[in-house]
């Protein structure tokens, strides 16, 4: 996969943003590549112009305000044409229209329960009563009754529907019988008029995929041992080289113990020899100057 560095890549790179594993590839990719090299360079130079350019501060405009808001008169006529005043203004008209067209036709509104009523002109209290009666009301019986001749419906049609499908299953189950037994007939049929050549070649067919199986199953094992072998013999290899040299390190280490050993005793006796000559030969030279 070619690797050819983005804008992203360039200026992660070009402010010291960019990973190492990222940085060294992208400066091998620079170093491959000429064109590469001239890019870096202009956005090297885009970089010192930006940094060159100065920041300069932006002045807020003026604002003028009209010297006829300053007056009394000019202020009323300036909150009036304000559009909160101008809606509630409005508001207020249409309320006082509604309320003039209300009185004039006699409108009336009524609440009683869950029920709203809008009406225009003289209330009849007699078309009130009438609608105010109680309707006829079912008794608990009557209820009941109408609740057991539902269900008993209900039942009798499931019966009727369970009854007609098991008609139906029963029927379809003969059937799959009767077209089975039918194939299992024609099945023996051919199995039995079939030829001894045919039963023949059928037997040689699968003793011939047998011993291909058995040959490739054990040509497979044989791989497979060999490959074990192999890595046993090596791995035995690779433990007797390292216990070599453990051992070859363990023999290095007892000789130059017992080396430094030998030198240190020829170092005491040395000593102990030097001491001994002196102590003999002080008194001997004392005699030969008397």
């Not at 050819?4 to 960019?18: F, Q, S, T, V």
């Not at 559009?83 to 229209?97: D, N, Q, R, T």
């Not at 037994?181 to 067919?205: E, F, H």
């Amino acid at each position: 996969m070619s690797y050819r560095p983005d804008e992203k890549d360039w200026m992660a790179y070009l402010y010291g943003e960019m990973e190492e594993g990222e940085k060294l590839k992208f400066e091998s990719y620079i170093e491959q590549h000429a064109d590469a090299r001239e890019e870096l360079g202009r956005w090297k130079n885009l970089r010192a112009m930006l940094s060159r350019a100065d920041e300069k501060e932006v002045i807020a405009p003026p604002l003028f305000i009209d010297d006829r808001r300053r007056s009394v008169g000019g202020r009323a006529v300036y909150w009036l044409r304000t559009p909160y005043v101008k809606i509630a203004m409005s508001v207020a008209a249409s309320l006082l229209v509604v309320i003039l067209a209300g009185s004039a036709t006699r409108t009336r509104m009524t609440i009683s329960g869950h029920e709203f009523r809008l009406s225009f002109g003289e209330v009849q209290e007699g078309k009130e009563g009438q609608q105010n009666a109680a309707s006829p009301i079912l008794s608990e019986a009557q209820v009941q009754e109408m609740i057991n001749t539902s269900l008993n419906r209900n039942n009798s049609l499931m019966q009727a529907n369970l009854e007609e499908t098991q008609k139906k299953l029963d029927a379809s189950i003969r059937k799959n019988l009767a077209l089975n037994s039918g194939r299992i007939n024609d099945l023996l049929k051919q199995a039995s008029t079939a030829s001894q050549q045919q039963i023949t070649q059928y037997v040689q067919g699968m003793r011939q995929e047998n011993m291909q199986q058995v040959k490739d199953y054990f040509q497979l094992t044989s791989t497979e041992q060999k490959k074990y072998i192999e890595n046993l013999l090596v791995d035995f290899a690779q433990y007797l080289q390292q216990q070599r040299n453990s051992d070859l390190e363990l023999v290095q280490t007892q000789m130059k113990s017992l080396e430094q050993n030998t030198n240190l005793f020829k170092q005491e006796t040395e000593q102990i020899l030097s001491g001994i000559i002196t102590t003999v030969g002080t008194p001997v030279r004392q005699e030969t100057r008397n």
